[in-house]
């Protein structure tokens, strides 16, 4: 199986793989709109070897709609020590913003964050495909686990695994996102 990433917007990368049955890419964004991003945030996981940060200042990210005829999917999840559970919420829209889908779950014992957000996106990645969507893109704002899904890494452990189960679902269930390589 290869991974080409492809950088789309500064906040959301486009990862394609090809495992010799198709040509599949899943868009992974960790911006939450309304959010100001700083100038100083690291930004050496969205761009390409090579290229240059823009010149930015404190700006307000606005949540990226999806291409024509996509779905939007936002995954977050919360952590309760008090409870020790960790709850999942998923949300659909589609290209004009307009409610598809949602849902919630909780799931236990609590974890580490990374590992958490982790579950939280093989959650959701599981219930778009029982909601045979295939035109899905997933959006989140929990950076470790943008950032390991966008890159190829060699790391062994739950949260490594649990990316990567992620990633082979999405190239068996979900269709190509039509982007072009920005400039």
Not at 6 to 33: E, M, P, Q
């Amino acid at each position: 199986m290869c991974r080409k990433p492809v950088k789309l917007f500064l906040n959301v990368r486009v990862s394609c793989y090809t495992d010799g049955r198709k040509h599949i890419c899943v868009k992974l964004g960790w911006g939450r709109a309304n959010n100001t991003v700083s100038a100083d945030r690291s930004s050496s996981s969205v761009l390409g070897e090579g290229e240059q940060q823009p010149a930015m200042r404190a700006v307000s990210t606005i949540s990226q709609k999806p291409g024509t005829g996509r779905l939007k999917c936002n995954v977050d999840a919360e952590f309760s020590r008090s409870l020790n559970v960790i709850g999942v919420y998923m949300f659909i829209r589609d290209e004009a913003g307009q409610f598809v889908a949602a849902k919630t779950l909780r799931s236990s014992p609590i974890c580490e964050s990374g590992i958490g957000e982790a579950l939280g996106l093989s959650y959701t990645i599981q219930w778009v495909h029982e909601l045979k969507l295939t035109n899905v893109d997933f959006e989140m704002d929990a950076k470790r686990v943008v950032d390991y899904y966008n890159k190829v890494s060699n790391d062994i452990s739950e949260f490594s695994a649990t990316i990567d189960d992620c990633r082979r679902r999405c190239c068996y269930w979900f269709e190509n996102s039509k982007t072009k390589r920005a400039a």
